[in-house]
């Protein structure tokens, strides 16, 4: 069955510290795409990030980067120098068995200090 | 062009009470969804539907029933509130399936039940 593990609750980090974000899957699926979304203290949820399974080079969009390893089933996230407004949840999400749906991580709960 | 509205942001019910939750999109998406927002329990899928008129199951849908009479909304229906039924309430839509697009979110709408 498709599941997303998301087993950091909660990361402490202090503003200019990198931190990564760890996503592992299970699908069974061969051809699959990936997501990333953030949950400000707004309350929004906001898309981040869509990879497609057939391509496993890391991507990188200013601060942001993401590690898809397929091996490993991972889809980390990484954020380089942090910033107070990266505080925020981050979900990863995997569609589900019929792809009519996606399957939410339980959020890993990011606060940076100053 | 909104994206996805949800009417009303708060509301507190008694048990009991009933009462219908509404999402609008204006982006001619095909699918529409509903998630309920729990502490350490993510995004838990409640209803779903691919098109005008046709809804489906998700994960968590015993106690709510959803319409999707016109293609731009999606309601959200408790008949008869209980405590558990406490959360935050999330709408979606995506052009189609999710395999491949992300959805977007509407603000989220904090129920209350006493």
């Known amino acids: 069955a498709q599941k997303v593990t998301q087993a950091q609750t909660e990361i402490s980090v202090v503003e200019k510290e990198d931190v990564t974000l760890d996503c592992v899957y299970e699908?069974?699926?061969?051809?699959?795409?990936l997501f990333w979304y953030k949950q400000p203290p707004s309350g929004e949820l906001v898309f981040l990030i869509r990879?497609?399974?057939?391509?496993?080079q890391n991507e990188i969009s200013g601060r942001y980067s993401w590690n898809f390893q397929k091996s490993t089933s991972s889809f980390n996230f990484t954020i380089t120098a942090s910033q107070v407004v990266d505080s925020a949840v981050y979900f990863c999400?995997?569609?589900?068995?019929?792809?009519?749906?996606?399957?939410f991580g339980t959020g890993t709960r990011l606060q940076v200090f100053p | 062009n909104a994206g996805v509205t949800q009417t009303p942001k708060f509301r507190v019910l008694k048990t009991g009470q009933s009462m219908t939750l509404l999402c609008a999109q204006d982006?001619?998406?095909?699918?529409m969804y509903w998630y309920r927002q729990d502490p350490g329990m993510g995004l838990r899928l409640i209803h779903y539907s691919v098109g005008e008129g046709t809804t489906a199951k998700g994960e968590v849908p015993d106690g709510y029933n959803v319409s999707r009479l016109k293609k731009q909304n999606f309601l959200l229906g408790l008949e008869s509130a209980a405590p558990s039924q406490t959360s935050v309430y999330f709408c979606?839509?995506?052009?189609?399936?999710?395999?491949?697009?992300?959805?977007?979110f509407g603000p989220g709408t904090r129920l209350t039940v006493t």
């Open positions: 990879r497609n399974s057939f391509d496993e």
């Open positions: 999400a995997l569609p589900g068995e019929n792809t009519d749906k996606l399957i």
């Open positions: 982006m001619n998406h095909e699918y």
């Open positions: 979606a839509s995506t052009l189609r399936g999710s395999l491949s697009y992300e959805q977007y």
């Open positions: 699908t069974r699926d061969t051809t699959y795409y």
